[in-house]
């Protein structure tokens, strides 16, 4: 029990440290080995560092890194360019103000589903969201909770094929793609996208006598002429376009007829083709996505090299972010004292794993304050367990994908949610004025939509 009271303490100080402040990349190290000397197994300290806390945080980096790198320079290219901002410029200014909150929720949905790092959707949104609300005398304080439906709930975790991290994850423990489940994602995620668009219209209604506010932080200065330079929006969409679509080909058609049988040998790791479907898709859609942006793009560029610089810099902090949440992760697992908590979640519902995978991720997702993070470490501590357990009572291992998925989509959006501090940030507000309407439509819609979608599932198909 002493190493259970370790783990449930190790995990506490996450939380509770990183919602001060502290980098999870120093975090995670010293609280796996405060977890391993609680656990009783202090002698084998440095042994567990070297050879699981690293060896795991390694493969990680070295397994999503390029997709990292690369969605982190496609989206500063995208930024740079100024076409980020001419797609969701178009969506604001075609729906105008009585469809504002859904122009807001839409551009950004789509960024985020074409690859567009959460962090550049927001810089780029939000500029045009605060002009927006201004013109139309709406309180500024509902701006963060529609970005952050827009760009951290259905578009990044539900829709099957979205290029975000959170949906490739999940392909290498349950022998899926990213377009798993396509009906389901579809009709939660279009669920969680129509009930937050009603939620904030309804909170904006009744606070608009209050108008847009004054002595705010943060305001935007909109550079008319630089607006006039953004790109077409045909050619701003062409490499958004690039990435789902040719992932969509290269995944489905192209890939699946290669020769990959040098793969099964000593010199590849005796590797199954099938886990690096999705990698491999999107590592090449990414790519002629970001030469097409350049090629699209090259007279509005100012400098090629230090954008794609800054993005490639960009990308370090996630990509070691989550690879030391995976080697937390990887280290609470090899303790003997973790086989009590892992029982403890699969008894949580022994007989369906559906129940079970999401209460593990969405709990996780909380406690790091990471969807990616939370994500990564349920599944590598259980992951092989729900792929065996889906076998033995008959359930598509694609549920189990997109509901892992969508898992990872709820708690993590709690307060010390570094994307939601910084969304924050950008919009010169604070918890105290806007995080209400972020956890409604980030956190509690999404989990009860999931948990809906658990239920349906549960009822009429398990």
């Given amino acids: 029990m002493l190493g259970v009271l370790g783990i449930l303490l190790s995990l506490a100080l996450l939380m509770y440290l990183a919602y001060r402040g502290i980098s999870v990349i ?26 699981v806390f ?17 969605g982190a320079i496609f989206g500063k290219l995208m930024e740079d360019s100024g076409s980020a901002k001419a797609i969701a410029q178009t969506f604001i200014n075609k729906m105008g103000q009585h469809h504002s ?65 959170h949906n490739i994850i999940p392909t290498s423990y349950f022998g899926t793609d990213m377009y798993a489940a396509p009906i389901v994602g579809l009709v ?16 904006v209604e009744k606070f608009k006598a209050e108008g847009y506010g004054s002595h705010h932080k943060m305001e935007p200065v ?24 040719s992932n969509f080909v290269l995944q489905k058609y192209v890939i699946p007829g290669w020769n990959t049988d040098y793969l099964n040998t000593a010199k590849f790791g005796f590797i199954n083709p099938d886990k690096l479907v999705s990698i491999w898709s999107m ?9 097409a942006v350049i090629a699209l793009n090259w007279n509005r560029i100012r400098n090629v090299n230090t954008s794609m610089t ?59 304050g990471s969807a990616s993070g939370g994500l990564t470490i349920a599944l590598e501590a259980l992951g092989s367990t729900y792929a065996e357990m889906a076998v033995q009572f008959g359930i598509n291992p694609e549920w189990m994908h997109r509901l892992a ?56 198909f398990v």
């Fill in 405 to 460: 998925s969508m898992a990872s989509g709820g708690f993590d959006s709690l307060p010390h949610n570094g994307a939601v501090i910084t969304l924050l940030t950008i919009c010169g507000l604070t918890h105290k004025t806007s995080y209400k309407d972020i956890a409604m439509v980030s956190l509690a819609i999404p989990v009860s939509i999931t948990a809906l979608t658990v239920a349906v599932l549960s009822v009429f």
């Fill in 283 to 291: 590592i090449m859609a990414l790519i002629m996505a970001v030469l």
């Fill in 101 to 165: 909150v859904f122009a807001i929720v839409a551009s950004c949905g789509l960024l985020t589903y074409g690859g567009v790092s959460v962090f550049v959707v927001a810089f780029a949104v939000y500029p045009l969201a605060a002009a927006l609300f201004k013109e139309a005398d709406m309180p500024k304080r509902f701006i963060p909770a529609a970005i952050a439906l827009g760009a951290f709930t259905f578009s990044m975790t539900a829709l099957p094929g979205t290029s975000q991290i």
């Fill in 26 to 51: 120093i975090l995670a190290p010293v609280l796996a080995m405060l977890a391993v000397v609680l656990a009783g197994e202090g002698t084998q300290l440095l042994g567990i560092y070297t050879q």
């Fill in 54 to 70: 690293m060896v795991q945080l390694g493969g990680f980096a070295i397994k999503y890194f390029p997709i990292f790198l690369l």
């Fill in 310 to 368: 800054k993005g490639a810099i960009g990308s370090m902090l996630p990509t070691f972010n989550t690879a030391s949440e995976v080697g937390y992760g990887a280290t609470i697992a090899s303790l003997a004292a973790f086989t009590l908590v892992k029982e403890a979640v699969i008894n949580i519902s022994p007989n369906n794993p559906l129940i079970s995978e999401v209460v593990a991720v969405n709990v996780l997702a909380g406690i790091t």
């Fill in 188 to 203: 939660a995620g279009f669920t969680i996208m129509f009930t937050g668009i009603w939620w904030i219209k309804r909170r």
């Fill in 222 to 245: 909109i550079d008319h002429e630089l607006e006039k330079s953004l790109p077409n929006i045909w050619i701003a969409l062409v490499p958004v376009v690039i990435v789902v679509a």
